[in-house]
């Protein structure tokens, strides 16, 4: 029996776990049995057309709220012309009502509703051996009587411990440049209402010597950023440590130019002194948080059942961010019940003093069988009624306040998140009363340039950033726009300009060697050294610098002056910038006549 397992990911770096425990599980009795990688992006023609010509027996498909309405488009071209075929679904978006689900898509033969493992391999069984499905748990499925077809739901699955699945990974693949998943515990802790594993009670353990084995095998096929895929890392703080430690035993078998990097979502209220302790010894960069934060609101955190008080555990987030040895992502979700334009404007200032190295703004999803769905008349929610179900408004929040939400989010990415805009966004935010109100200010700015119905180059967002302070600038100079206290009150508007100008030029170095200098961040106003081109040469030159950067030992002259670039900055202050692997380092010099 031929057996095609497919999946549409959202993007081509990510790969898909459940796909791999599926495929590992039946292989043994299913020898012919493969998988098909594709994403939402490809067209629904190239994708039926490789799948086709696969001549499998049975057809698997990963379901997700990302990408259901492509998977569905794909086996309604593919049924009429593979008529014998079985097509087979499962993933979180279909395992809700599944009953229901097959009513709505007669393409659709069977879904295996909650974890597939155990109930695929049977149901491949059956149908090997010509039976009906009638015995196989966890499973909605088609049978065939006189009467027609008749749509039966097998009783739920029990959920087994995580040891007794066989080990996904064991067929070796090429990895590299992917985004390769992991789990180590299922379930959750919480009762978030908007999320499913809030109806799963319980969290179930990977046993860490287990986990050893599948990540050894994930860097010997090239895997270099692996994501734990548990909904809460850190709910046991023994386990979580000892999966951390392996991490870094494995990892310490590779140079660290590997660049090996774990992502894993943690609770912030489960933080603690003895995690900011643990993490003080772990390699820098080795590990990477993504703390869920969703809202600072009280009353919306109450409806939503996720017990939090970010004002007392935010301060071991400040002491990791001091550490610099962790990235740590904060993550938002706007469109929650009863959190007004307001509230969610107090959330987004909140979390942004922290400063994390991402602030990742969501959109609520009102999902099948989650809590929030069924309550969804009571908060006002209305969302749309296609996969993914994102919020268009709710009670608290108008469709028009959502959409510029979309808008702020969007500059979020591009400026904050990217990471390019450092220098500039210290100087530039304190000119607003508010984080949040600089970033909506700079949205509805884009949004009436109409410069969201483009694509920017990297070059062009230090150019749209410039602009919209010059247009902040010229309302100060006309009494519109008024400085806050956390800005530069005492200061000139021109010399205001100077300042912007040059932080921002401090950022147009960092993220690439330039070649020129574009004309807006050049001044007539600025003041050079006499011998300004000479000394750029002797300040890259000076052989001294083999003792501060340990690569210039590993260049020669030509190679040193191609990675690097010198430029001068106010207060007598020289900076030379490193350019390395996609990433920059700058080195100021305080008096460059004495050399580094």
């Not at 993490?279 to 609101?297: A, D, I, M, N």
């Not at 987004?348 to 069924?374: A, H, I």
Request: net charge neutral.
């Amino acid at each position: 029996m031929r057996i095609l397992l497919a999946s549409l990911n959202s993007k081509y770096v990510h790969t898909n776990l459940a796909l791999r425990y599926l495929r590992d599980t039946v292989r043994p009795e299913f020898p012919e049995t493969e998988i098909r990688e594709f994403t939402i992006n490809d067209r629904v023609e190239k994708i039926a057309g490789e799948i086709y010509e696969a001549r499998a027996e049975v057809i698997g498909f990963s379901c997700y709220i990302w990408n259901l309405t492509e998977t569905l488009a794909v086996i309604r071209q593919l049924r009429s012309v593979c008529p014998d075929t079985r097509f087979i679904l499962g993933g979180p978006e279909v395992s809700y009502d599944a009953g229901a689900f097959l009513k709505e898509h007669p393409e659709v033969d069977g879904v295996v509703y909650g974890e597939g493992e155990v109930t695929f391999l049977e149901l491949l069984r059956r149908w090997r051996d010509k039976l009906q499905p009638d015995s196989v748990l966890g499973l909605a499925w088609r049978e065939r009587t006189a009467e027609g077809l008749t749509i039966r739901l097998n009783p739920p699955r029990p959920l087994l411990p995580l040891d007794e699945n066989t080990i996904p990974y064991q067929e070796k693949e090429d990895f590299q440049g992917r985004l390769v998943y992991v789990e180590t515990t299922r379930g959750c802790p919480f009762n978030c209402r908007y999320c499913l594993s809030s109806t799963i009670s319980g969290v179930r353990y990977l046993d860490p010597e287990t986990l050893r084995t599948i990540l050894r095998r994930l860097l010997e096929y090239g895997a270099r950023t692996i994501k734990f895929v548990d909904r809460t890392f850190n709910v046991r703080k023994e386990h979580a440590f000892r999966i951390l430690d392996i991490v870094r035993e494995e990892a310490a078998k590779y140079p660290p130019e590997e660049g090996i990097r774990v992502h894993c979502e943690i609770a912030g209220e489960l933080l603690d002194e003895e995690w900011v302790n643990y993490l003080k010894q772990y390699p820098p960069g080795l590990v990477q948080f993504e703390v869920g934060v969703q809202s600072t609101y009280r009353p919306t955190l109450q409806i939503i059942e996720r017990t939090q008080h970010f004002d007392r555990w935010s301060k071991y987030i400040r002491e990791l961010q001091r550490l610099g040895t962790v990235p740590l992502h904060l993550d938002l979700i706007a469109g929650l019940p009863e959190e007004d334009w307001s509230h969610f404007r107090q959330s987004f200032n909140d979390v942004y003093q922290v400063q994390p190295d991402m602030l990742q703004l969501g959109f609520l999803k009102v999902l099948k069988g989650s809590g929030l769905r069924e309550k969804s008349h009571e908060y006002g929610l209305v969302f749309s009624p296609d996969p993914p179900y994102t919020i268009l408004q709710t009670r608290s929040m108008s469709h028009e306040e959502l959409l510029k939400l979309h808008r702020l989010e969007d500059v979020l990415d591009r400026y904050y998140n990217s990471g390019k805009f450092r220098e500039i966004l210290k100087k530039a935010v304190p000119l607003f009363p508010t984080p949040f109100d600089f970033y909506h200010e700079m949205a509805e700015y884009w949004h009436r340039q109409g410069w969201f119905r483009q694509s920017w180059s990297g070059k062009a967002l230090f150019n749209k950033l410039w602009e919209f302070l010059e247009a902040i600038l010229l309302k100060i100079e006309q009494g519109i726009h008024k400085l806050t206290e956390q800005g530069l009150r005492s200061e000139e508007s021109s010399f205001l300009r100077e300042i912007l100008r040059e932080r921002l030029r401090f950022d147009y170095f960092r993220w690439e060697r330039p070649s020129v200098v574009p004309d807006f961040l050049q001044s007539p106003e600025r003041q050079l050294p006499e011998d300004y081109s000479a000394r750029k040469i002797r300040i890259q030159g000076d052989e001294r610098w083999q003792n501060r950067i340990p690569q210039r030992k590993q260049m020669d002259r030509r190679q040193w002056a191609r990675a690097t670039a010198v430029e001068y900055f106010s207060q007598e202050q020289w900076v030379l910038f490193l350019y390395q692997k996609g990433r920059s380092e700058a080195y100021p010099i305080a008096a460059p006549e004495q050399g580094q």
